[in-house]
C-alpha cells in the first residue's frame, strides 16, 4: 500500500527564517511526487512534479527535491504570504490512471 | 477561464437526505476526480472519471455515486446522507499523467449532515 508521511505536522517560523518541509514516501514504483498548496477555505494549488531522483525543481523562495525515499519542500527567506498548508502527494506507476496518495499537509506558519 | 467550479459552498443536510454537488470544468481536461478532506485524515479519493461515460471507484465511495454525461461535468450524489460524510470536498481535474496529476482543484463544498 502506498503511504505518504509529512512532517512536521505543523511549523512556525519567523520572516527571513529559510527551513524545510519533509515528505517520506513509501511506493511501488513512483510515475510522479506532487506538491500542492493549500489555503484556508480554499482548494489545494499545484506547486511542482517531480519524476526521478536528483530531481529539482524550483518557484520563487520555494525549491522542491526528491530522493527515492522522500522528498523536501526548502524555503528560502519566507514571508508572511507564504504561510499556507503543504501537502505532499505521490503518483504509483501502476497504469495510466494511477490515482494520487496524499499526506497529511504540513502547516506553515510564517510570523512578520 | 474559471477552471473547476463547484456548487454549492456551503450544505447542511439532515440524515437521510439526497443531494448533488456539482462540479463543471472548462478546461476539456479528460480527468476528473472527487475528493474529501477531514482534519487529520488527509486528502481521499472517492470517485474518478478517465473520460466521458467512464467512471470508477477510488478509496472511499460507499455511500456516493457518480456519472460522467459530458467532458465538463462530473457530478458527485450522496444517496442517503450520513453524520460521517461531514467533511470538505473538492473536485479536480487534469489533462495528463492520469487523474490528480497537476491537478486543477475547485474551491470545495463543506458538507455538514446533522
Known amino acids: 500500500e502506498d503511504q505518504v508521511t509529512q512532517s512536521p505536522e505543523a511549523l512556525r517560523l519567523q520572516e527571513g527564517e529559510s527551513s524545510s518541509l519533509n515528505c517520506s514516501y513509501t511506493?511501488?514504483?513512483?510515475?510522479?511526487l506532487f506538491w500542492y498548496r493549500q489555503d484556508p477555505g480554499k482548494g489545494p494549488e499545484f506547486l511542482f512534479t517531480?519524476?526521478?531522483a536528483g530531481e529539482e525543481k524550483e518557484k520563487e523562495r520555494l525549491k522542491a527535491t526528491l530522493t527515492k525515499k522522500e522528498s523536501f519542500l526548502h524555503i528560502t527567506a519566507p514571508k508572511p504570504e507564504d504561510s499556507a498548508t503543504y501537502l505532499c502527494?505521490?503518483?504509483?506507476?501502476?497504469?495510466?490512471?494511477?490515482?494520487?496518495?496524499f499526506g497529511k499537509g504540513i502547516t506553515l506558519s510564517v510570523r512578520p | 477561464n474559471a477552471g473547476v467550479t463547484q456548487t454549492p459552498k456551503f450544505q447542511v443536510l439532515k440524515t437521510g437526505q439526497s443531494m448533488t454537488l456539482q462540479c463543471a470544468q472548462d478546461?476539456?481536461?479528460?480527468?476528473m476526480s472527487w475528493y474529501r478532506q477531514d482534519p487529520g485524515m488527509g486528502l481521499r479519493l472517492i470517485h474518478y472519471?478517465?473520460?466521458?461515460?467512464?467512471?470508477d471507484q477510488g478509496e472511499v465511495p460507499n455511500g456516493y455515486n457518480v456519472s460522467r454525461s459530458t467532458t465538463e461535468d462530473f457530478p458527485l450524489r450522496l444517496l442517503s446522507a450520513a453524520p460521517s460524510q461531514t467533511s470538505v470536498y473538492f473536485c479536480?481535474?487534469?489533462?495528463?499523467?492520469?487523474?490528480?496529476?497537476?491537478?486543477?482543484f475547485g474551491q470545495g463544498t463543506r458538507l455538514t449532515v446533522v
Open positions: 479536480a481535474s487534469s489533462s495528463r499523467g492520469g487523474i490528480g496529476a497537476e491537478a486543477f
Open positions: 511506493v511501488s514504483g513512483l510515475r510522479g
Open positions: 517531480l519524476y526521478s
Open positions: 502527494a505521490v503518483q504509483a506507476l501502476t497504469g495510466a490512471n494511477s490515482k494520487l496518495t
Open positions: 478546461m476539456n481536461h479528460e480527468y
Open positions: 472519471s478517465v473520460g466521458a461515460g467512464i467512471t
